[in-house]
């Protein structure tokens, strides 16, 4: 089972430059989200998805787009990348509403901006 | 809003010795409350979870209870090894759409 699979693993970008981090989930979760850990911060929601064609910010969206076209997927971009956003990003999926349910991540994507 | 504080890492410890990490947390409603564990240079895997509180979850000789009496849920295990060395993350989901907020996490050195 592939579960929550996110490219590129390792990305060095320059100062200014777009990217896109790539998030595909193949067990047919409603919800998926966005975290950016940085050390002695813990993970912080970026943005999140409750399905298809919707989406909402989280706690630190500010330099940050998704968008969420189709059930699997749900890629974050960076338009204009800057130092601050080096950090390593995870992608999350849950299968529906309730709090009880368990949130399933990806091995994560490691940034750094130049 | 909601927030987790837990304990300030690292936590060293030799094996076979005993691991407590504190966890409390302030929410609204009825939150469900986790751990997750992340081995040095991985993605985050659940290792525990409940729901209500006097709950208990388990796994891997790890557990934790939901006091909600003392909104707390501190993760303990009776005998740690050198596998076990991690980082530790407490977190809660409250809202419904299965977003977590996670505490600082705890990093967890174990020597033989």
């Known amino acids: 089972n592939a579960g929550v699979t996110q490219t590129p693993k390792f990305q060095v970008l320059k100062t200014g430059q777009s990217m896109t981090l790539q998030c595909a989930q193949d067990?047919?979760?409603?919800?998926m989200s966005w975290y950016r850990q940085d050390p002695g911060m813990g993970l912080r929601l970026i943005h999140y998805?409750?399905?298809?064609?919707?989406?909402d910010q989280g706690e630190v969206p500010n330099g940050y787009n998704v968008s969420r076209s189709t059930t699997e997927d749900f890629p974050l971009r960076l338009l204009s990348a800057a130092p601050s956003q080096t950090s390593v990003y995870f992608c999350?999926?849950?299968?529906?509403?309730?709090?009880?349910?368990?949130?399933?991540f990806g091995e994560g994507s490691w940034l750094t901006v130049v | 809003g909601d927030s987790v504080t837990q304990m300030e890492g690292p936590v060293t410890l030799s094996e076979e010795a005993f691991l407590t990490i504190n966890c409390t947390y302030t929410a609204t409603g009825y939150p469900s409350l986790f751990w997750y564990v992340q081995y040095p240079g991985e993605g985050l895997q659940l290792l525990l979870k409940?729901?209500?509180?006097?709950d208990k979850g388990s796994n891997k000789g790890f557990e934790a209870t939901y006091r909600k009496e003392t909104t707390s849920f501190h993760l303990e295990k009776g005998s740690v090894q050198v596998s076990d060395s991690a980082v530790y993350f407490c977190a809660l989901t409250s809202s419904g759409y299965s977003t977590l907020t996670f505490g600082k996490g705890t990093m967890l050195l174990v020597s033989p």
């Open positions: 998805s409750v399905g298809a064609g919707i989406t």
């Open positions: 999350a999926s849950s299968p529906g509403t309730g709090n009880g349910n368990t949130i399933y």
């Open positions: 067990m047919n979760h409603e919800y």
């Open positions: 409940a729901t209500k509180a006097d």
